[in-house]
């Protein structure tokens, strides 16, 4: 059976306050066609990672690996950022000297990673 028309709010709003009768829908709501509960859950799976294994925990898992584990106990790696910086925190200038001065190479070990190839350069903060 074949869906009723559906006229414009301007229009269903004209012939409602000519019959006296109060709207149907909120003044700002918007109407929207009716999507499948299963292709929303997967669009917000995809859009916030969930249950996929972010770059940020697998470089967390190897931080002692790629940077030494002397200088893995004074720092971390916080958070991937979209335009593919990490951000990096190291609780001692020193520390993030260290890091500073062997930057390319944290960079070329974090990009052998699996799945961490987006990273793109390093941010390093005394934090």
Excluded at 33 to 53: A, F, N
Excluded at 68 to 73: C, E, K, T
Aim: charged share 30%.
């Amino acid at each position: 059976m074949p869906e009723p028309h559906r006229f414009s709010r301007l229009a269903e709003d004209l012939i409602g306050s000519l019959r006296r009768l109060p709207p149907e829908d909120p003044a700002n709501a918007r109407r929207r066609p009716t999507r499948e509960l299963s292709d929303v859950i997967e669009q917000l799976r995809v859009k916030y990672g969930i249950g996929r294994e972010a770059p940020e925990y697998v470089v967390r898992e190897h931080w002692a690996e790629i940077v030494g584990p002397a200088n893995a106990s004074y720092s971390h790696a916080v958070r991937l950022e979209p335009t593919g910086r990490l951000v990096v925190h190291a609780s001692h200038a020193v520390v993030r000297n260290e890091l500073f001065m062997h930057k390319a190479e944290i960079l070329d070990r974090i990009k052998r990673l699996p799945g961490c190839g987006a990273v793109k350069s390093l941010f390093l903060a005394v934090g």
